[in-house]
């Protein structure tokens, strides 16, 4: 039995109060009624239902904020409407209840280890450092992972849902957990489950140290967003859509309207939610916006990698430079991408323009840009984690540089970029005497240059030398698999090769190698579908070089390209594009 009762959000504090109840839905085809006003039957999920039942006091009313039961679903518009009023019901909530589903065992034991956790910052992996403290070993840390792993953690509303209530707890059968104890917990485990004091004991453990890595994995999910809590108002949306790009929802949709009450940024929170709107025009409305407000293009090397993605979600009739947002792709290679273009600040092949693209209707836009070369010769693509432990690719790649044939053939000496001009002649890539080689550029494509640009703005001669002493170690090792390579040098140096191992990851998953037509005879990287002809383009605003595809023409005979995806071009990275080509309109569709 319910009633439902209209407020005003512009209410002083205090004078109302109410709980808002954050969920999931559930199964649609599980569903249960409950009454409304004393007569009218309302159909909700069993998952609702449950938690109703759950929350409702035997002496007294409850006031609580729920979206199936205080919104008409069936109605577009008012569904609009109120998404836009989401974020601030609740912020303006006493709390927010978060129903994570019904009791089980699991539950109570993962009840148990979040309390004692929160409470002991010293509950140790290894219980013989703590004798006098429960084990929570595998099978409490277990049912934690489990608790994890159901839906509300997952979802993207409940991201907003738990980020601007004042307070949250988590509500898991009749067993309460507030946000602090939980956030409290999380912190606690992190000190422990990997750490050096607990990671032996895990290691000589059977099943240990993998739960261990499990929990480690799992318990990330609340670290982050304790500190989502933290750091709200710094957020910008893009970091927002980048960070959390696995949660799902049920109206692909959601994926754009969820994440505006997360961002305090005036210019993409005044998106006013429209579900009679198409799938592609709300992603296509949403994409120019982000352009428009952060004036460069480096997002959309996010999700072009379509050749690469695990999810199944197809959203017809996007562009090819509209990031299909819906998509929730939670493979490895996914996350390595993710990483890997939060680094593409590193660069500016575009120097100092901005992005300023023209719609031209029917999904086109045209961005200014120059169109560098053509790809001529392609190698294979390393297209998953697994081919990176094996080195057929990189054999292949080698080959096509000619690295083990003519590895001191020179490398075109390019023109500096703008931003290069003030500098002295030691910063051009070159070196002071241009006297960069094929192999040089090799073993600096192959880790994007991204460890010596952390250092520095540039590449330098020196930089070539370090780069050769590293390579040179991980290929030995590499091919060898000899972990005596790695073992007997200095720690720092080991170190060092690590950091290019793993920037050589970051680099090459889901890209190929490629060398363009001559005369100029470019390096680099691009992505894993990239075909013999397509071309190189620098983009205005863009951090990095895009590579296009041919896509026929408009009725003016202009012709139209398709945006393939990012890539990394030795000696194109750092403006170079402005004195070797003309700036025209790229239309992209």
């Not at 006003?37 to 159909?43: K, R």
């Not at 999810?311 to 996007?318: A, F, M, S």
């Not at 090799?442 to 020196?462: A, D, G, N």
Request: contains cysteine.
């Amino acid at each position: 039995q319910c009633t439902i009762d209209t407020i005003s959000l512009g209410f002083r504090p205090g004078l109302y109060e109410y709980e808002a109840l954050s969920y999931v839905w559930g199964d649609p085809n599980r569903r249960d009624t409950i009454t409304l006003q004393g007569a009218i039957p309302v159909s909700v999920t069993t998952n609702l239902f449950s938690a109703l039942q759950y929350l409702r006091r035997p002496d007294r009313p409850r006031v609580i904020w729920v979206d199936a039961v205080c919104i008409n679903q069936e109605d577009l518009q008012e569904r609009g409407q109120q998404v836009t009023l989401m974020s601030l019901i609740y912020q303006k909530a006493s709390r927010c209840v978060a129903w994570l589903g019904e009791d089980s065992e699991d539950c109570r034991m993962a009840f148990f280890a979040f309390r004692e956790w929160a409470k002991n910052g010293e509950l140790h992996w290894d219980p013989g450092l703590t004798p006098t403290a429960p084990d929570l070993r595998v099978q409490y840390a277990r049912a934690v992972r489990r608790l994890l792993e159901r839906p509300w953690w997952h979802r993207v509303w409940t991201l907003q849902e738990t980020i601007r209530p004042v307070q949250i707890d988590f509500l898991f059968g009749k067993n309460q957990v507030s946000s602090e104890s939980m956030f409290q917990a999380s912190q606690n485990s992190f000190r422990h489950v990997l750490s050096p004091c607990c990671w032996n004991h895990a290691r000589h453990h059977d099943g240990a140290l993998l739960e261990a890595e499990k929990l480690h994995d799992s318990m990330e999910t609340i670290y982050n967003l304790s500190e989502a809590r933290k750091k709200f108002v710094l957020m910008e949306m893009l970091d927002w859509m980048i960070d959390h790009t696995s949660r799902q929802c049920t109206d692909p949709r959601d994926k754009v309207y969820g994440m505006l009450g997360v961002t305090a940024v005036r210019h993409l929170n005044s998106i006013e939610p429209d579900y009679r709107k198409s799938i592609s025009q709300v992603y296509e409305e949403f994409t120019l916006r982000l352009i428009g407000f952060y004036g460069n293009l480096d997002f959309l090397s996010l999700f072009p990698q379509r050749h690469l993605s695990t999810d199944t979600t197809c959203i017809t009739g996007l562009p090819s430079w509209v990031p299909n947002w819906s998509s929730c792709d939670l493979s490895e290679e996914a996350k390595v991408i993710i990483k890997r273009v939060a680094k593409s600040e590193l660069y500016k092949a575009s120097g100092v323009t901005h992005a300023n693209p023209r719609t031209l209707g029917e999904g086109r836009i045209a961005v200014p840009g120059i169109i560098i070369a053509e790809l001529a010769q392609l190698g294979k693509p390393m297209n998953s984690i697994h081919e990176i432990r094996s080195d057929a690719v990189y054999q292949d790649w080698r080959q096509l540089a000619q690295v083990d044939v003519d590895p001191n053939r020179p490398y075109p000496d390019l023109p500096s970029g703008p931003d290069m001009a003030s500098k002295s002649d030691t910063s051009k890539k070159g070196g002071v005497d241009g006297a960069c080689t094929y192999q040089n550029a090799y073993e600096m494509t192959l880790c994007s240059s991204i460890r010596t640009r952390v250092r520095q703005s540039t590449v330098r001669r020196k930089d070539y030398e370090v780069c050769r002493t590293l390579h040179d170690l991980w290929w030995t090792y590499f091919v060898n698999t000899a972990e005596s390579v790695l073992g007997s040098l200095d720690p720092g140096l080991t170190t060092r090769v690590y950091l290019y191992i793993s920037d050589i990851l970051s680099s090459t998953i889901g890209r190929r190698l490629f060398l363009t037509s001559d005369p100029i005879g470019l390096l680099g990287l691009a992505p894993g579908d990239a075909e013999a002809g397509d071309m190189i383009a620098v983009l205005h605003g863009a951090n990095v070089p895009f590579i296009i595809r041919k896509a026929g023409q408009t009725e003016n005979g202009e012709a139209c390209w398709k945006l393939v995806g990012d890539s990394y071009v030795h000696g194109m990275m750092d403006g170079e594009a402005v004195s070797l080509g003309k700036v025209q309109d790229i239309i992209l569709t």
